[in-house]
């Protein structure tokens, strides 16, 4: 699903990260670290929002450096803590992610409903409170059709129910579409009542599976 080829990611000169051939399967997967770790970090340079060195691969064949449009299209993302411009109203940032992503018409329906943000969708997110921003940029990842999904940091700014929400959308896309996804925390899994492929440590600067 995804394999990462002599990557770099360098800050000032000072190594951040370095995975070298490094290949992970279709599936579920948590990423546990500290904090300042990397996760965050390994997360944007998967999603194409941070340079490096080296090369990412989604399904052996679509590079993040050779053919960037059609990789991003396949690879959402979701920030621990998102920023958007404030002036635009959710809706109206869910309809050009919605076209970014060629995503099916009405698509957003179901996640806005059951994530019950009917009342304020259509308010600037300038008005919004951080849970809401958080349940905003959750719906945004699920749009379009991605072979692989990165959620960093999903349980901060989200209450109980929420989660269990966010839950039933992992587990759909998952069962019913062969969507992979990539789950950042520091915090204990407990909660997340996922069936989690394996589990990813990051820890001196790499990336391994935990056994």
């Not at 300042?36 to 998967?46: A, F, Q, W």
Request: zero cysteines; proline letters at 4%; hydrophobic letters at 45%.
């Amino acid at each position: 699903m995804l394999k990462f080829i002599n990557f770099r990611k360098l800050y000032g000169g000072f190594p951040a990260l370095k995975i070298d051939g490094f290949s992970i399967d279709s599936g579920i997967y948590w990423i546990k670290g500290v904090n300042g770790s990397g996760k965050s970090t390994l997360l944007k340079s998967i999603a194409g929002i941070l340079s490096f060195e080296g090369d990412i691969l989604l399904d052996n064949s679509i590079s993040i450096k050779k053919q960037p449009v059609e990789y991003r299209k396949l690879v959402n993302f979701a920030e621990a803590e998102p920023i958007f411009p404030e002036f635009l109203t959710g809706q109206e940032l869910i309809a050009l992610f919605a076209q970014a992503k060629d995503a099916p018409v009405g698509q957003e329906q179901h996640y806005i409903d059951t994530m019950q943000m009917q009342a304020y969708v259509n308010r600037p997110v300038g008005t919004y409170s951080s849970g809401m921003l958080k349940k905003l940029s959750l719906v945004l990842a699920f749009m379009g059709k991605p072979k692989l999904i990165l959620l960093d940091e999903p349980l901060i700014t989200i209450d109980t129910a929420s989660l269990k929400i966010l839950n039933s959308w992992i587990a759909e896309r998952y069962n019913q579409e062969g969507t992979s996804f990539l789950l950042s925390s520091h915090q204990a899994l407990e909660h997340a009542e996922l069936p989690i492929a394996r589990e990813l440590l990051v820890e001196n600067q790499t990336l391994q599976f935990i056994a």
